[in-house]
């Protein structure tokens, strides 16, 4: 399966508490809800067909929770059967990569709590599909550490928020990335899509 992180960030980098206000205060975190006065129209409908295209996911537990929270409540209301994220994520594989959940409540969950590297090895071994990374901002950091990712997607709104966790930290793995995808809603937000392309290349003398 091809591996596809897929992020919404700022412009200043950061993923943390996108989606409301009490989603992700930690670390004092107060600027939740930055992301959904932007999303609607055509970017709203992108993301549906992104979600619909997974054949599996996979979360870090903290995202992982957040999800099950919501989406795996039904407390999206009563036409969340008819939502094309809710029927995706509630009818397809998850995993979650994790050494401390051990009884996941979200229908059809496996923890991956042994060796992560070779457990999502084996996933990616399958033929065909797609396995998606939605937020899991230190997963998303140790699948690239270790060259598991095949595709970057970004969803960048036009908002600088100024706080909060970023996903890419102030130090960290360099790496090139081959541009491969754009497009720009009419809201403002881009997306990009890129795909590792080995280290960048540093002008010398």
């Not at 795996?72 to 009818?91: K, P, R």
């Not at 969950?109 to 999502?120: E, K, R, Y």
């Amino acid at each position: 399966m091809k591996l596809t992180t897929i992020t919404h960030v700022s412009v200043d980098g950061v993923m943390q508490g996108l989606g409301g206000a009490d989603e992700d205060p930690s670390g004092k975190f107060e600027r939740g809800g930055w992301a959904l006065p932007l999303f609607h129209d055509e970017a709203a409908t992108f993301l549906d067909q992104v979600f619909q295209r997974a054949d599996a996911f996979l979360f870090g537990r903290r995202t992982y929770e957040i999800f099950a929270g919501s989406w795996g409540t039904g407390s999206w209301g009563a036409n969340q059967g008819n939502n094309a994220i809710s029927v995706a994520l509630n009818t397809r594989p998850k995993y979650v990569a994790s050494t401390t959940l051990t009884d996941p409540r979200w229908a059809d969950t496996t923890v991956l709590s042994g060796d992560v590297a070779a457990a999502i090895g084996e996933l990616k071994a399958r033929q065909g599909g797609e396995l998606q990374v939605h937020g899991s901002g230190g997963l998303v950091r140790w699948l690239l550490d270790n060259q598991f990712v095949d595709e970057i997607m970004l969803l960048t709104y036009p908002l600088v928020i100024g706080q909060g966790t970023r996903l890419f930290p102030d130090t960290g793995t360099d790496m090139a990335l081959d541009l491969v995808e754009y497009r720009a809603f009419p809201n403002g937000i881009t997306n990009q899509v890129y795909r590792p392309a080995g280290r960048p290349q540093y002008a010398t003398g």
